[in-house]
Nanobody
Framework: QVQLVESGGGLVQAGGSLRLSCATS????????RAWFRQAPGKQREFVAR???????HYTDSVKGRFTISGDTAKNTFSLRMNSLKAEDTAVYFC?????????WGQGTQVTVSS
């Protein structure tokens, strides 16, 4: 059974930084994609960043230059470093992996940016 557990969320002032981590366990020997999504109150879940198995990364425009996704395959974890945080980054952040065409999600971690 595949499990994902996020950590690192919290309250930060605008302009500050946070690092989110996602620990994966279970049958995750072949992860094709590692990603972060977020969902703000009253809004749909949206894509934030993705790390593909070829090492390429992709970001939504609003976080380019501020957020960095990275992975540690030896530790089965991946992270999202968030700098220059803005009030509009406030949301519940979810990690996601795709394994052999199947999506798996974490339970989410709250990030609140105060202005």
């Amino acid at each position: 059974q595949v499990q994902l557990v996020e950590s690192g969320g919290g309250l930060v002032q605008a302009g500050g930084s946070l690092r989110l981590s996602c620990a994966t366990s279970g049958n995750v020997f072949v992860i094709n994609s590692r990603a972060w999504f977020r969902q703000a109150p009253g809004k749909q879940r949206e894509f934030v960043a993705r790390l593909l198995d070829d090492g390429s990364t992709h970001y939504t425009d609003s976080v380019k230059g501020r957020f960095t996704i990275s992975g540690d395959t030896a530790k089965n974890t991946f992270s999202l470093r968030m700098n220059s945080l803005k009030a509009e980054d406030t949301a519940v952040y979810f990690c996601n992996i795709i394994v052999r065409g199947y999506d798996y999600w974490g339970q989410g971690t709250q990030v609140t940016v105060s202005s």
